[in-house]
């Protein structure tokens, strides 16, 4: 090469390593050393009347407080502690987590996001803290239902107290009523009659505009809603059994292939969102609340009002209601339950030897987990008015409804608490439809609330089991189907491939899942349940 | 001169059309960002695509500056792009100058950054170590463990090495100390790398985000990229396996018109680094990668 070629491709790769983000290096996550510092000014057991360091680390979405905020100075004056939690952001806390772990560090409160293979395989090498016999002492823990804390169990111990999560609220199908009211149509109760629902809403102007613009189904990326009415048609639910009497994941059975095709019909005929794999959540959420799409998702838990209230300038007629689930062919109709906690927490085996901290971080946590009914979430409740940072402070009361201060001042100790998330002891007892201000939004989660309290939901048994090579692969292994499905709707992958996608996900590691999952089925003597 | 033939006109046009065609393919997300963030929700949900605003709307930006985070991060970011910068045009020069002399241990030296080239340490000991030097939690863990990048450093030596020694020959005569003769000679004919130099670390420092996630545990000390994160990709947690996670959304995520807005306040500042270093840059970068 001549001298100003070489110049100019040296220059170029220069010019590229150099301009790319910089990044920290490529390592892997190793097991967690010995660990031998100890970062924590450890107090000899004695009196309560000490005051303890709490190190603890844990994660959030958005609105993460300021170090030292007020709230915190609260919490640290009421149980007498110096508390000192490191929340991260999500998006990279599985990589924090394992790097402080890794290096010998652990704090004296994990949060974890999911219980999975890291944290079974932490538990089962001794870094955390056996729980069993503190749970009775705590009023809130002894709340916690007997399937919610097998996931926290490794070798028979528990290691982790799970936050709460309503166990049958997952998201479900809600539909436009508006719409099928005026095209005449009954609310669907099967397959067929959503498929016709889902083309009249294509092709018979139900919003009356004269307009070519709205369509059935909202899809987006991941197959997200994946339309199933109940665990016979769902993709993660381990409901239907193969030919040797296995559970197997919805992913590949055969009801699954008929759904699938099922929705590889309505796209045909435009029923479907568009260009539904490239669409995330913001993208797709907005078709059906700008009017495009008159079916999808909705929960009672965490909907939003100015996703609502945007629909309603746009649609005043606006109605939705919840779509029960459908009778499936073996006779069985109800929604599908979820594991009944979201995050947990672990304390460190270090504590091992200072009861008495054990016994002040329980009862921190105990206390952010104590469950207020709906209509004393005010200054009244004293307890509440001291999580929410005492009124006129931290929070004010407006329209009846709490509204909080800006997450960014801090003043709230609701925020630092280890565990904030009250366990209530049924779900209808969050009252959530009252939680909602836009009319629309309350009548559906209303319903929503009444579906769920009229049909059973089924027990999932992948929650209950430990599968390290599920942990290890099933993440990717679902997505490959996933994707794979995906090009079968739209019909760029024949659905005749049906049996070579299952026939991979097998080779890869799906038969190796299979096998461990039943293994760990059998073990615990389960059978299929609802509740 | 050289009089251009027909066919050379012709292929240079088409050279021209094609880099004008793909400066545009590459213009267009941006285009669409700045539009998107000059403009109003309701406009941006009814078209499917927009690259000019309707009707200009500042909102976006009025919100992103009211709020403390992002503004605190901005300065953060910019102390640690500025002072790092310094930290490691200073540390990068008085090395590779160093290493062009006659010194002891020199082939040695030399080896151990070329194997640091090669290799890295890792996220887990690099964080051990930041944690036992006392750094964690310091915007200086930014800085320090990342203050010579060795690539750069080999370049840097290059350069000086292509400077002729009879200045600093002369220099050394004329009873000159070797610090004189860097600060004095070496410094001074070294602007083009020096500027070229500082565009790459200050780049690597603007877009400082997962040291910043790993090593400081304070909110007010994380830099610009951090917040931004938080603001644009505030939904992620998508996968089959955590699809509950989707359903944990208790704050959505803003509107996209914020994000877009986010986007530019957090891109242009360093983007305006390019047209004013781009002298400096486009002879910089040659230098020293051929020894005369």
Redesign the interface.
Same mark, same amino acid.
């Given at each position: 090469m001549d001298k100003r070629a070489l110049t100019a491709v040296l220059s170029a790769v220069l010019a590229v390593s150099a301009v790319a983000c910089s990044s920290g290096g490529g390592g892997s996550a190793k097991e967690p050393s010995d660990a031998s510092t100890n970062p924590n000014n450890e107090q000899p057991a004695g009196n309560d009347n000490k005051k303890y360091t709490i190190t603890a680390i844990d994660f959030l979405f958005s609105g993460i407080p300021p170090k030292n905020g007020p709230g915190l100075q609260m919490i640290n004056e009421k149980f007498n502690v110096d508390f000192q939690k490191d929340i991260t952001v999500y998006s990279e806390y599985a990589q924090k987590l394992t790097t402080v772990i890794s290096s010998g560090n652990i704090l004296d409160i994990i949060g974890f996001e999911t219980l999975d293979g890291k944290f079974y395989k932490w538990a089962e090498q001794g870094a955390f803290l056996e729980l069993d016999d503190y749970i009775k002492d705590y009023p809130t823990l002894k709340m916690v239902a007997p399937d919610v804390w097998e996931p926290m169990k490794a070798k028979g111990k528990i290691y982790a107290i799970p936050r709460y999560f309503p166990a049958t609220y997952l998201n479900s199908i809600v539909i436009r009523k508006d719409w099928l009211d005026n095209l005449g149509l009954a609310v669907p109760t099967n397959y067929e009659e959503l498929k016709k629902v889902a083309i009249a809403f294509t092709k018979q102007d139900p919003d009356r505009n004269g307009k070519d613009d709205t369509y059935g189904l909202v899809l987006g990326q991941n197959i997200n809603p994946n339309y199933a009415m109940g665990p016979y048609w769902d993709t993660g639910s381990w409901y239907h059994k193969d030919a040797n009497g296995n559970f197997i994941p919805g992913f590949i059975s055969e009801q699954r292939k008929e759904l699938t095709q099922w929705l590889a019909d309505l796209y045909k005929e435009g029923a479907v969102t568009k260009d539904f794999a490239f669409m995330n959540p913001t993208q797709y959420n907005a078709e059906f609340y700008s009017g495009k799409g008159g079916i999808y998702l909705g929960s009672p838990r965490g909907m939003n009002e100015e996703y609502m209230k945007g629909l309603v300038k746009i649609h005043p007629d606006a109605k939705i209601i919840a779509l029960p689930p459908f009778k499936a062919p073996d006779g069985s109709q109800g929604f599908i339950a979820g594991s009944g906690y979201y995050t947990a927490l672990a304390l460190s085996a270090k504590l091992k030897d200072n009861p008495d901290k054990v016994r002040r971080i329980l009862e921190m946590i105990d206390y952010g987990r104590q469950f207020i009914p709906l209509d004393q979430r005010n200054s009244k409740n004293e307890m509440f008015d001291w999580l929410y940072g005492k009124e006129g402070v931290g929070y004010t009361i407006q329209d009846g409804k709490v509204a909080n201060a800006k997450p960014e001042d801090g003043l709230q100790p609701i925020q630092y608490m280890p565990d904030n998330k009250m366990w209530a002891p049924n779900d209808i007892d969050n009252q959530y439809s009252k939680t909602y201000v836009t009319p629309q939004l309350v009548s559906l989660v209303e319903d929503l609330e009444k579906v769920h309290s009229e049909y059973k939901h089924y027990i999932n048994p992948i929650y209950q089991v430990n599968s390290p090579t599920y942990f290890e692969k099933a993440g990717e292994l679902y997505n490959k189907l996933t994707e794979t499905q995906s090009k079968m709707i739209t019909g760029a992958v024949p659905i005749s491939d049906w049996d070579k996608m299952v026939d991979e996900f097998l080779k890869n590691g799906g038969e190796q899942i299979i096998k461990e999952v039943n293994e760990g089925i059998k073990q615990k003597g389960y059978e299929r349940s609802w509740k | 001169m050289h009089h251009r033939t027909w066919a050379e006109r012709i292929g240079d046009s088409l050279n021209v059309f094609a880099l004008v065609l793909i400066s545009l393919v590459m213009l267009f997300p941006f285009v669409y960002i700045f539009a998107v963030s000059f403009s109003s929700l309701e406009d941006v949900?009814?078209n499917q695509l927009l690259l000019w605003p309707k009707h200009w709307v500042f909102d976006s930006y009025a919100y992103i500056f009211a709020? #403390?985070?992002f503004l605190t991060s901005l300065y953060v970011s910019t102390f640690v792009t500025v002072v790092g910068t310094v930290v490691n045009l200073a540390f990068t020069a008085s090395m590779a100058y160093g290493l062009t002399r006659d010194i002891y241990g020199k082939k040695w030296i030399l080896l151990s950054v070329l194997f640091t080239l090669i290799f890295?340490? =890792? @996220? @887990? $000991?690099?964080?051990?170590v930041v #944690?036992e030097t006392g750094l964690l939690n310091s915007l200086w863990s930014l800085i320090l463990p990342?203050a010579i *990048?060795p690539? /750069?450093l080999i370049?840097m030596r290059q350069f000086f090495l292509s400077i002729p020694e009879d200045i600093s020959d002369a220099a050394l005569i004329d009873g000159a100390t070797e610090f004189q003769i860097f600060r004095r000679i070496i410094l001074p004919l070294s602007k083009p790398a020096l500027a070229a130099f500082s565009l790459?670390y200050a780049?690597?420092?603007w /877009?400082?985000?997962?040291?910043a %996630?790993?090593y400081l *545990?304070?909110?007010?000390k994380w830099t610009i990229q &951090?917040v931004l994160?938080? %603001?644009v @990709?505030? *939904? !992620? =947690?998508?996968?089959?396996? =955590? +699809? !509950? +996670?989707?359903? &944990?959304? !208790? *704050?959505? $995520?803003p509107p @996209?018109t914020i994000q877009m807005a986010a986007i530019m306040i957090a891109t242009v500042p360093i983007l305006l680094f390019y047209p004013f270093l781009q002298k400096h840059f486009a002879k910089g &970068?040659?230098l020293g990668?051929?020894k005369e």
């Open positions: - | 949900l009814r709020s #403390k985070p890295s340490a =890792g @996220i @887990i $000991p690099t964080y051990m #944690k990342a *990048n690539f /750069n370049v790459f780049v690597a420092h /877009n400082s985000y997962f040291s %996630i790993l *545990n304070d909110p007010a &951090v994160r938080q %603001i @990709i505030a *939904n !992620e =947690g998508v996968s089959a396996l =955590g +699809a !509950e +996670a989707r359903q &944990v959304m !208790e *704050n959505p $995520p @996209i &970068v040659m990668s051929v």
